[in-house]
């Protein structure tokens, strides 16, 4: 009897094993399947190297939903419950819980290496003189930081805008603003880092790039930002396992960052702003660089500051993380705010 009793509980328990196989853990992601160098649906990106690296140390298989990143992506997709995870995106993001941080990068500019253009931030005279290039978003105000930039020291007439998405039925369509520099169609590009980075590096002739100055604009328009994974709100179990990964994984990630060329700036900040007071910028209606900014609130002695924007699509909010300080609040990284994020709609979830 004993003998029978044992044999059953050992077919049991390797009853119970095959059945745990079988239902193997996923790791369902979303992750746009032409967005070269971030992600593509030949998982060469770095963020689906990332997810890979991820997945591997939680045991799991990643299971994509491949979804354009456009207006709406995050309602469409992760709240709609086609996926669980999305990287790349502005940790920031208010409608998303975020992770820790994995890099912070920022604008730069791209020349050719034969002009030898060393430039001194937006306020180089040259620029006024040269043809320069800038990632534009299209809707109404809601473009990226540098164009708003140039915008606000006159150069408009000399600056050809290149749509942040491209024209999708190309093959890594946001390159062209990067090549248009290589073939001399422009002088300069204003480009998210991790995209120059990633095409300078495979341009004939050779290009060089270098980060835009000041990386805050005045009060109002930070060029550098932090980059997180974005989970459901109630997923918390979740997000802290991601945050855990990429703790233990911080010199892989590292690693794979530099190896796809990311420009990294210094000083993620692992500070929250959840529970810091509020200050908020006074921007006269009529600022020709942000058009209809509401005027807003008061300013408290060593809070963060922001200035929401609205605009069709929601409102934006600018976060000036680097103008003060926050105190810590349970270990939450600090989130930088970009314009261009919009909190109820967003047009993008990274600076891209």
């Not at 540098?146 to 491209?166: E, I």
């Not at 369509?173 to 002088?187: C, F, M, Q, Y």
């Not at 998210?192 to 805050?216: D, S, T």
Request: charge should be positive; include cysteine; aromatic fraction near 6%.
């Amino acid at each position: 009897m004993g003998h029978r009793r044992g044999a059953l509980i050992i077919i049991t328990g390797l009853l119970m094993s095959l059945s745990s196989l079988g239902q193997a853990r996923e790791l369902r992601v979303c992750a746009d399947p032409n967005n070269l160098p971030f992600s593509n649906q030949a998982r060469a990106g770095f963020e689906n190297k990332l997810i890979d690296l991820v997945a591997r140390d939680l045991n799991a298989t990643v299971v994509y939903e491949w979804w354009a990143q456009r207006r709406g992506n995050v309602r469409e997709t992760l709240k709609a419950g086609r996926c669980e995870v999305i990287p790349g995106i502005a940790s920031n993001l208010e409608m998303l819980a975020t992770t820790r941080p994995y890099y912070r990068s920022s604008y730069v500019f791209v020349t050719r290496a034969d002009r030898k253009l060393t430039l001194e931030g937006f306020d180089d005279e040259r620029l006024k003189s040269l043809r320069l290039g800038v990632q534009m978003i299209g809707d109404d105000f809601s473009n990226t930081p540098p164009a708003h930039s140039l915008a606000r020291r006159g150069m408009v007439q000399n600056v050809r805008g290149f749509m942040v998405y491209g024209d999708y039925a190309t093959d890594s369509p946001s390159r062209t603003i990067v090549d248009a520099v290589a073939k001399g169609e422009i002088d300069v590009a204003v480009v998210w880092g991790p995209l120059a980075g990633y095409y300078a590096r495979k341009a004939q002739p050779a290009l060089a790039i270098q980060p835009v100055a000041p990386l805050i604009d005045g009060p109002m328009l930070p060029m550098t930002f932090d980059i997180s994974m974005g989970v459901r709100k109630e997923d918390r179990a979740l997000r802290r396992e991601l945050d855990d990964v990429l703790e233990r994984r911080r010199d892989e990630v590292r690693a794979l960052l530099e190896e796809y060329g990311v420009p990294l700036r210094a000083g993620v900040n692992h500070r929250s702003v959840a529970s810091c007071p509020v200050c908020r910028l006074v921007i006269p209606t009529g600022t020709p660089s942000i058009p209809r900014a509401v005027l807003s609130s008061r300013r408290k002695s060593g809070s963060p500051c922001w200035l929401l924007i609205p605009t069709k699509v929601g409102i934006s909010v600018l976060f000036c993380h680097a103008v003060m300080s926050c105190h810590p609040d349970e270990g939450r990284d600090l989130k930088s705010r970009d314009p261009d994020f919009h909190r109820d709609d967003p047009e993008r979830i990274s600076p891209r």
